[in-house]
């Protein structure tokens, strides 16, 4: 498998609940978000506008925009805001090897640039760095409708932030094409 690959085995309307665990504050906190995710090419005009700004010279491949919102439950403050926002990520060009390379992300108007690497188990993970804080996600599909995604973030080479999503896919996906076919007598 390569990014593109996963990126379009993403796409859909997600459920998507959170445990974060903040170390240094002793704090927990769960959620509930919904996530929208759309793969797009690499001639899409959001691809091309983060790519030109980044002065990278390996070309983009496509992308994944990933919109959330968070679903207000019952025992939420009502004085809390509402969680929502979006996020862009463009794998590039550039290496030969087909399970790594450099990836930029836009998020609330920051954009940073970082890598992914797919595991042998098919596996993605990411590497970002924000401003001294690192952060490393893996995701990876226990099935076609179930995403898994754990993360933790490093200050000064402490982990600081915890994190494990699990994502239910809100409708089936289509089978794969050449499941879809029927074999020949």
């Known amino acids: ?3 593109l690959e996963f990126f379009q085995l993403c796409e ?7 445990t974060t665990h ?5 704090k927990n906190q769960s959620d509930r978000s919904d996530l929208w995710v759309e793969f797009v090419d690499a001639a899409d005009p959001v691809v091309a506008e983060l790519y030109q700004a980044s002065a990278m010279p390996e070309l983009p491949l496509g992308g994944l925009k ?3 919102s968070e679903v207000a439950e019952a025992y939420q ?5 509402k969680n929502e926002g979006s996020v862009l990520l463009v794998p590039l060009q550039g290496t030969e090897d087909a399970h790594a390379g450099q990836l930029l992300r836009q998020m609330g108007g920051e954009s940073l640039t970082g890598t992914y690497r797919f595991g042998a188990d098919e596996a993605l ?6 401003q001294g804080f690192i952060t490393e996600e893996r995701l990876w599909f226990a099935s076609p409708n179930l995403r898994l995604r754990s993360s933790f973030t490093r200050q000064e080479g402490t982990v600081c932030i915890t994190s494990f999503c699990s994502e239910i896919r ?3 996906t289509a089978p794969p094409a050449e499941a879809a076919q029927p074999s020949a007598p």
Do not use: C, H
């Open 1 to 3: 498998m390569d990014i």
């Open 12 to 18: 859909g309307k997600w459920v998507s609940q959170r």
């Open 22 to 26: 903040y170390l240094v504050e002793q």
């Open 66 to 68: 990933i919109r959330w």
């Open 77 to 81: 403050n009502k004085f809390k805001p």
């Open 125 to 130: 993970t990411l590497y970002l760095n924000n």
């Open 170 to 172: 809100m409708g089936a």
